[in-house]
């Protein structure tokens, strides 16, 4: 049954807009950054890295169950106070903008490459920014439902494709189970665990989510949900294309799309898995829109995030447009940039806002 609306998500939207937001990953450029890093044992990755980021997540749920509805930023300003709050939330928004613009880019890529070569890369950028732009205007509400009708979709057609290409993978190609070794390995976790940065972020959605305890049940269920999902993708990643030739597949989950033939009628799938893609990547995208408008409404106490939006899609265009090819894009600039520099940033602050909330507590008695 649906809930009243409200103006306000439940369990089930917030953990469909962290499973859609984090879980769309697999099919964008993060696949190609893990491989490299973890090689035949890339699938213990997210394992350690779901663990690691366990650990802020569980301190982030506590301090919002201790300033109830207030959000991310609101609890920055409240614990680090006005001057180094304004500053720590720059950076978070730069960061969130960036890494937009830098997502849809690639994604732009992906889709310009694999499917329409001939289309020029603006107009592929334009229109998924303009979708992402529309549905983000609608509200964190109806995205939240949004993202619940079209997650069982997503889930149940990447199901499939795992099914029906079955007998093509080759369980030996996981060995040596370690890879390049289970000390490499924990150190790229903790490099990558960046990956989930998410579910520190969409703390900022916290004053729109009904109570705390639906927020913290969507998120140990998303935590939990992702890291399954993200470990069973990536082995079935090297169980198809083994590891070194993986290493020279652009995009995997795009071609695992193009190898699937089923009888003799149609002899190309592609579109049909590109569709559902596209609208996860829409829902994802939205989001992304949304948490930059909430940073500056937190910021400035302001109201109304519909007049900002328009803004920061602009802005996101702009930025996306900077790269000159996806090598760029995805290896530098996400690599460096943004998953080992900004957002190692994000994921380690609430570790530093529980600790210094912890000391004024105590000092204030």
């Known amino acids: 049954m649906l809930q009243p609306a409200d103006g306000k998500v439940g369990t089930r939207e917030l953990f469909a807009i962290m499973s859609i937001s984090i879980g769309i990953k697999l099919s964008d450029g993060t696949p190609?950054?893990?491989?490299?890093?973890?090689?035949?044992?890339?699938w213990v990755l997210p394992l350690v890295a779901g663990a690691i980021i366990l650990v802020p997540t569980l301190l982030?749920?506590?301090?919002?169950?201790?300033y109830k509805n207030k959000n991310l930023v609101d609890i920055v300003f409240i614990v680090t106070g006005k001057y180094i709050g304004f500053i720590i939330c720059v950076i978070i928004l730069l960061a969130m903008v960036f890494a937009n613009a830098l997502n849809q880019r690639t994604t732009a890529d992906i889709i310009s490459t694999m499917f329409f070569p001939t289309t020029p890369i603006l107009i592929v950028f334009l229109l998924l920014i303009g979708s992402s732009y529309v549905v983000a205007r609608v509200g964190i509400e109806a995205v939240g439902r949004t993202a619940w009708v079209v997650l069982p979709y997503i889930k149940i057609v990447l199901f499939m494709l795992f099914v029906l290409l079955i007998n093509e993978i080759h369980i030996e190609f996981l060995f040596p189970i370690a890879g390049p070794g289970l000390d490499?390995?924990?150190?790229?976790?903790?490099?990558?665990?960046?990956?989930?940065?998410?579910?520190?972020?969409?703390?900022?959605?916290?004053?729109?989510?009904?109570?705390?305890?639906s927020y913290k049940t969507a998120t140990l269920l998303a935590v939990g949900f992702i890291v399954v999902e993200m470990t069973?993708?990536?082995?079935?990643?090297?169980?198809m294309f083994d590891y070194p030739q993986i290493s020279h597949v652009a995009y995997p989950f795009q071609q695992l799309t193009k190898v699937l033939e089923v009888g003799t009628i149609v002899t190309s799938y592609e579109g049909f898995f590109l569709g559902f893609w596209i609208m996860a990547s829409v829902v994802r995208f939205s989001i992304y829109l949304l948490l930059s408008a909430f940073i500056v409404c937190s910021m400035f106490q302001?109201?109304?995030?519909?007049?900002?939006?328009?803004?920061?899609?602009?802005?996101?265009?702009l930025i996306g447009l900077i790269p000159e090819n996806p090598t760029e894009t995805t290896f530098f600039l996400r690599d460096v940039f943004l998953l080992q520099l900004s957002w190692y940033f994000v994921t380690v602050l609430p570790?530093?806002?529980?600790?210094?909330?912890?000391?004024?507590?105590?000092?204030?008695?």
């Open 32 to 42: 190609m950054l893990l491989l490299e890093a973890g090689k035949n044992a890339t």
């Open 60 to 66: 982030i749920l506590s301090l919002l169950k201790e």
């Open 184 to 213: 490499v390995l924990i150190k790229e976790s903790f490099s990558y665990h960046t990956i989930f940065f998410e579910f520190i972020l969409i703390a900022l959605f916290f004053p729109w989510v009904r109570d705390h305890k």
């Open 232 to 239: 069973v993708t990536m082995a079935y990643f090297v169980m």
């Open 302 to 317: 302001l109201k109304d995030f519909q007049p900002i939006l328009l803004p920061f899609a602009c802005l996101t265009l």
């Open 351 to 365: 570790i530093l806002l529980w600790i210094t909330y912890k000391v004024k507590e105590r000092f204030n008695g």
